[in-house]
């Protein structure tokens, strides 16, 4: 599976990323991932879905091709379509009595991970801050400033399981 990177700069004039600075991030060591730097074209492409993606899910825009918008994450939909499966979860996990705990190891500890992945989805796409601090997509959406201009830099790929 591959999943894009995306690098969100403050000033249009800041340095770029690629491949061989991020190749060594320890996210994507740890998880036996590799980055490839995307072709003009791909990288085109990828920002024209990637805005259709921020669209649909009401959490911002692109103009020009290179400067993001984001929306106050609690009016988009990216969240709120997950919240139940977040709920539903933690709702299960409540109800585990203590025999449940210690006896039913590996179905405690999935569904603590379903919950985690219901927060977070950590196997999903990255946002680069600067030329290597990596976040998740979900925890950049949460903490972006809304109507504050980002500006895109490079657009990487990585494949393999982060």
């Known amino acids: ?19 061989d600075l991020l190749c ?5 060591v740890q998880n036996g991932s590799y980055v490839d730097n995307m072709t ?13 993606w921020l669209k649909r899910e009401e959490l911002g825009r692109i103009e020009n091709g ?17 919240y139940p499966r977040f709920h539903h979860i933690a709702e299960n996990l409540a109800k585990i009595t203590e025999e449940t705990y210690r006896l039913c ?8 991970a379903d919950l985690m992945q219901a927060v977070v989805d950590e196997e999903d796409d990255y946002v680069c801050l600067d030329v290597v601090n990596l976040v998740t997509m979900d925890e950049f959406l949460r903490t972006a400033k809304p109507e504050v201009p980002y ?12």
């Open 24 to 28: 060594d991030h320890p996210l994507l």
């Open 66 to 82: 290179a400067v993001l918008f984001f929306s106050d994450v609690s009016s988009g939909r990216h969240f709120a379509n997950r």
């Open 1 to 19: 599976m591959s999943h894009n990177i995306y690098q969100l700069l403050n000033r249009p004039d800041e340095e770029w990323t690629d491949a």
């Open 40 to 52: 003009s074209k791909e990288r085109d492409n990828a920002v024209r879905i990637f805005s259709q």
């Open 151 to 162: 500006y895109l830099g490079a657009v990487c790929t990585y494949h393999g399981g982060m």
């Open 105 to 112: 190891f590996r179905n405690v500890r999935n569904m603590a």
